[in-house]
């Protein structure tokens, strides 16, 4: 495989790394601006004959429409025109479409049903925003309320109501058919069976508003090119024009974007959706149009933080090494999908966190709920993993009886050790941060754990890629008989060697075609796009809820298959039957698995379930 | 609908214009004047952005009613600096990274400066007392206090 070479890497040397900056205040060059209030928002460009525009928004958290009557409000005073969803040519869009991922899922302005609180149902445009505010108050929806689901694991459920049949389980489908993203790297359950301890917990975080003091909005106008200019304070300027245009089918030409300046963002301003809200206005009318949200909906329908569930299990030694760790992760996607699946990828390359373990295993479910959809805020899809694992780590320390630092810098990892995700880990640094914290402190850390560098002790054996289980196909993830899986050990389908990156990243599917010329040319020995086969049913069984306290480690029995060590021996490569386990063809279980089906003598992991 | 006629000080020059009933001063100074230093963020009174003075005291200009400022003095940012000369408190938020997005700085400089004036050498508790009512989601509020502190020393009640 040819490397990627990443810019941060090809001019480390050159970089000046005095950080004499850190601390100390710089003078923007925008700080002119700010201290005489002239700095350009998108609110303080002022239009002649400027229109308002509010939504109306759903009362409830699911509900079919039954109808929606807009010829009292159309009759309220000031009121130029009344806007529902079959006045947007093209109302159905997902964010990521614009780079080809996952599936159209979330019109601009519901039609047929709402599917969270606060979901705009129609649009007034008055001369005055009180104006708009009242008619919005005189549009009459007749709703027919459904059940709905607020929890993710609950979202799961077979009985859960389908929030959109776009995605039936409840879940994004990665790759078009898989309904969790998936990470093994080595044997988990080997490592559990070899550990003195095993540490499981739970950790929730909630969904987080971004909460700018300036709220997201637009105004737009009529060019006398027959352009429209929209001056917004998105923080993501042309991914707001591509969805416009799209969401508008007009050509992108025709769009004059104008932003930059944002009054805080904090990833709650990339959505996209006021921009388009106020084009629209501005061809139906031919006039300015303002769209901007107040606090209320903000907070209300502005996408948070999603929030997060992550259960992690460790296996540890009397020593603190760990050995083995698993993921089980529902992220709380909201009513549609926008860049929710997207984070999940980085949690998922982000586990087991900066550590060196040798066995790995997660599966992270993008779950569909009746709440606010999600959205970006720094470091999302890192931080609620990052969170759960240093609390984890906390735990992890009081079970060995370890002081909580030395154990991070003894599980640390360091330059040229294998991550997860199978590439080699560069430029580390957690063991010189954890000792400058030790020191800030003034914690004490034994002469060992300050003699300890990230710089040396990697790489060599910590480089390998272990022996990891694969299905029938050679895709990682234990699949058997094409409805069945598990983290169980391989039962005889096959394994990838230990080996190098390449190996480990064999038969990803592309989704988009063009995709595939990239990857010939880094030589990624990726299938082709699945086709999208009949709408599956849904899952059978709920996930169980993994115990909270620290298992015994005598509940755990050693599974059939050798364990794998550090650094297995070399395996044969591929033939199923040339697998060490005895069993020979295909897995057939008693019953089906499916998620949440917990196999005795093995750990409560929510195995996955693949879709056919 | 009437009109009602309004005329106030601001920033040392008179202003007359026709308000509608029950108009927000912010309003008012934004569409109707045009002075678009005080920001919008909540309408409801509890970010400060929109923060001007009122015969020198700070008031939320989202909550006050447009009409009750008839013959008062209102000063805004835009009135800040004298010509090319920067307040000292503009000066002393510039040099200590005091703003990042820069939408609560107006206001945060309105709340300072009626502090200033009023209590020329203020101890920091005082300080954040004088900026309890306005909201900062960038800079963690601490650079503010610093750069407030740091202008009383260069003699901010200018």
Redesign the interface.
Known sequence: MTSIEFRKDLFADERDDTLKEIGK????Q??????????P?Y??H?FDGLLHMRAVRSPHHHAEIRRIDISAAEKMPGVRRVVTAKDVPNNLNTLLSLINFGRDDEPLCAHDKVRYKGETVAWVIADTERQARDACAAVRVDYSVLPHVLDVEEALKPDAPVINHIYPNNTFDYHDRYDHQKLRFGDVNAGFARADHIVEAEYQMSPIEQ?????CGAIAAPETNDRFVCYTNTQALFFSLGTTAKLLNIASSRLHFIGGT?????GGKVDSIVEPTAVLGAILTGRPVRFAW??AEEMQVGAPRGGERWRIKDGVMRDGRIVAREFSGFFDSGAYMRLSPYAIIKATGHIPGPYTIPNVASNVYCCVTNRTPATAMRGFGITAVDFAIECHMDRVAEVVGMDPIELRILNAYRDGDMKAHRRAAKNTALIECCQVVADKANWPLSAEARAQSSLRGGGGERAAIPETATDTEGRIGERRAGRVASTAPAGGTGKIPAGTASKGVSGVPVQNPDMQIDADRIGHRMGAAPTPGPTPARAPAPPPRAPAAPTPPASYQPPPAPPASYQPPPQPVAPPAAAPPAQTGPYTPAEPFSRGTKRPGTSPFTSGFRRR | MPKTPLTFTLNDGEVAVFVDPGASLIDVLR?GV?D??P??????G??G?CTVLIDGKPHLSCLTLAETVEGRRID???G??GGPN?HP??KA?????S????????GM?MASKALLDRTPNPTRDEVIEAISGN????TGYE?IVDAILSAAQQGGAR
């Open positions: 205040p710089t003078i923007r925008d700080i002119l601006g700010h201290v005489t209030g002239r700095t928002f609110d303080d002022q909460a700018p003091i300036e709220t944002a009054g805080g963002g904090f107040d606090r | 569409r045009g678009l230093t920001k919008q963020g909540c309408a409801q509890t970010c952005a805004t940012t835009a800040l600096a920067l408190l503009q938020f510039m040099e200590g990274f703003a990042q997005c820069g939408f609560c700085t107006s400089l909201l900062c989601r960038c650079p």
